[in-house]
């Protein structure tokens, strides 16, 4: 099955710094790649995702670029601010599998001011 | 959160007891999911459903049983079976943008 591995488990950026955290899948089948914000305690928000006809989403200061050929994906969090603080899931799945997702261990981001 | 409500949030049962989770969603989504989330690990499927009155099991459903009598509701039932059943549970629907529920945190002493 679907092995989704997420780096790095930590991330510890200045405020107004860029973050990125990249993940790596192994089923060249899968198609769609959602990122996930959870703030502590809370259920996560779907941030940004991307399909595989798709090379490169943004949305405001959050970007997702996607390497078919090498299998991995990743997130850019530009400006970082405090409310950026959080654990981000990476996700991969197959559209055939009706969304059974496969997440990453998770990356806890630490804005500091 | 979206339309997905998980009650309670807080959940306590002694070993041994069965124990329900609530799950309801008012966004017409066809397909519901059950993961489960341990302290700094990632979420793990329990069970998922595409329709009413089916659901698969995932990857991790020994202890736990589930049903889906309607579109809205897929409630999990935590089974004495479950070894270790405390855990952070979260439900989602949504058939590829799955969005989730709050989320509810049971401790089992």
């Known amino acids: 099955g679907e092995n989704v591995e997420q780096h790095p488990s930590t991330l510890s950026v200045q405020e107004g710094d860029s973050a990125v955290i990249k993940c790596t899948y192994s089923?060249?089948?899968?198609?769609?790649f959602p990122w996930y914000k959870q703030e502590l305690g809370k259920g996560p928000q779907l941030i940004i995702d991307?399909?595989?006809?798709?090379g490169e989403k943004k949305d405001q200061r959050i970007a997702v670029t996607l390497n078919k050929t090498a299998k991995h994906f990743s997130l850019h969090i530009t400006e970082t601010q405090p409310e950026d603080s959080a654990v981000y899931f990476c996700a991969a799945s197959k559209t055939d599998s009706w969304g059974k997702l496969q997440f990453g261990a998770g990356t806890q981001v630490v804005v500091t001011p | 959160d979206g339309g997905i409500t998980q009650s309670p949030k807080y959940l306590f049962r002694k070993e041994g007891q069965n124990v329900t989770l609530s799950c309801e969603q008012n966004l017409n989504h066809d397909a519901m999911y059950w993961y489960r989330q341990d302290p700094g690990q990632g979420l793990r499927l329990i069970y998922y459903s595409q329709i009413v009155n089916d659901f698969q099991k995932g990857d991790i459903a020994e202890g736990y049983s589930v049903s889906r009598e309607k579109k809205e509701s897929f409630p999990l039932t935590v089974t004495s079976a479950q070894k270790n059943p405390t855990a952070f549970y979260l439900c989602a629907s949504g058939n590829y943008e799955q969005y989730f529920g709050p989320g509810t945190r049971l401790t089992v002493t």
């Open positions: 089923d060249s089948a899968s198609n769609y």
């Open positions: 991307i399909r595989s006809n798709v």
